[in-house]
């Protein structure tokens, strides 16, 4: 987990980024308010 922030002075107009990494075999998540789900198993390939 990193975060990189751009200097107020070199560049202004930029946001910071939050930069996340993780190694998983399987994922799961859920949007709340839409009320939908997904999921991603690392054995699958497109």
Known sequence: HSIRAPHLLDAP???PEEMIS???ETV???HH???TSGY???SDTI
């Open 13 to 15: 107009d930029k946001e």
């Open 22 to 24: 993780v190694v998983y």
């Open 28 to 30: 799961t998540w859920k």
């Open 33 to 35: 308010t839409a009320g």
């Open 40 to 42: 991603s198993i690392w």
